[in-house]
């Protein structure tokens, strides 16, 4: 089954696509978003729903959103539209490692979207060279809340793939960042994430019997909640840091 396909179907109803609640990305965006006029930059934007959203409550602002995956790009220009954001959201279906733009952006974003540039700091040097003075980045990554298990590691992840939080929050220091706030997904936002994913997922394949990719959605949705449940909960943990530039 097309991965693409099968990360559309589980994020179904579900447009913020990681562990964080509304009351959550409400709280990060307030924090972040610049005041007055400015513009805004998403590196890895799914369906644009952080720039949706900051757009909707903030008239001055202009948005653009950037991820390689032509199908979720033709979504999020379906819901802009809708939305009547057209004229202030522009959305690019191009490798966010690719994207270049006449203008610097006083917010960069990129949530859970590290593996586009292989890895946070290559990430963050990709944030900095949109940012404009003064600007943050808001990103969100993954860490290791204790060391991973056996099912964890058989399950499809790697030990040196995620470090601690304190050891992510001191090499982002270490690469010229200051943090300035900084989330960490409670276990509830964690819960209600994978049980969306899995059970979106399962459902669907249960109300499409004759779909060709029904038995492979069943079955990844089986995996991913065994790898979840029997693995990884309570040791992957995910955090969501707005950043600046330290000076010099």
Do not use: K
């Amino acid at each position: 089954m097309d991965r693409r396909r099968l990360s559309a179907l589980a994020h179904t109803g579900r447009p913020i696509a990681a562990p964080l609640d509304d009351a959550t990305v409400n709280a990060l965006l307030a924090r972040a978003l610049p005041t007055g006029s400015g513009r805004l930059l998403d590196l890895g934007c799914g369906e644009a729903a952080w720039l949706s959203r900051a757009l909707a409550g903030h008239p001055d602002l202009l948005a653009d959103g950037v991820d390689s995956d032509t199908g979720t790009i033709g979504r999020a220009r379906a819901a802009a539209e809708r939305d009547g954001l057209t004229g202030r959201l522009a959305l690019h279906a191009v490798p966010a490692a690719d994207f270049t733009a006449p203008h610097r952006y006083d917010l960069v974003l990129s949530i859970g979207a590290s593996h586009a540039f292989g890895g946070l700091l290559p990430t963050l040097d990709a944030a900095r060279a949109h940012l404009a003075p003064g600007g943050q980045v808001l990103v969100g990554e993954g860490f290791w809340e204790r060391p991973p298990g056996e099912n964890t590691l058989r399950g499809g992840f790697t030990a040196d793939e995620f470090a601690s939080l304190a050891d992510t929050v001191d090499a982002v220091s270490a690469s010229g960042w200051t943090p300035v706030h900084g989330h960490v997904s409670t276990p509830a936002e964690w819960d209600a994430y994978e049980w969306h994913w899995v059970g979106t997922l399962a459902a669907w394949a249960l109300d499409h019997p004759g779909d060709p990719d029904s038995a492979a959605a069943a079955r990844f949705a089986r995996t991913h909640r065994d790898t979840w449940l029997h693995g990884y909960r309570g040791e992957l943990g995910f955090t969501t840091l707005l950043l600046r530039p330290t000076p010099g």
